[in-house]
């Protein structure tokens, strides 16, 4: 199983945008999440797609943030506008066999090892 490979983080100022990839090929009956770890605090969901197209997002990161799949490329991505200070965290990319699209952390078994995104105000 080829690991998960995240790309595409960053700084930027706040109000600005980043899109975040991940390599997700031996995936497509996982659902697929992107979830983040702020300093000093513990891990949380962002973004969510289930295997069927459905997704779910964190309160705070709606209308802002959007997950999507490319599966002829085999590619997830997360992207993110308006982004605000309080986003900047550590960004993984996880797989987990759950039925529908989660937020929550243990609901994923198979992690990449994260992307820093900096957002400065």
């Known amino acids: 199983q080829v690991p998960l490979v995240e790309s595409g983080g960053g700084s930027v100022q706040a109000g600005g945008s980043l899109r975040l990839s991940c390599e997700v090929s031996?995936?497509?009956?996982?659902?697929m999440g992107w979830l983040r770890r702020a300093p000093g605090k513990q891990l949380e969901g962002v973004a969510a797609?289930?295997?069927?197209?459905?997704?779910e997002y964190r309160d705070s990161v709606l209308g802002r943030f959007t997950i999507s799949k490319d599966s002829t490329k085999n590619i997830l991505y997360l992207q993110m506008d308006s982004l605000q200070p309080e986003d900047t965290a550590i960004y993984y990319c996880a797989a987990g066999p759950a039925s529908r699209p989660s937020l929550l952390p243990y609901d994923y078994t198979d992690w990449g090892r994260g992307t820093q995104v900096t957002v400065s105000s």
């Open positions: 797609i289930g295997s069927d197209g459905s997704t």
């Open positions: 031996g995936y497509a009956q996982y659902t």
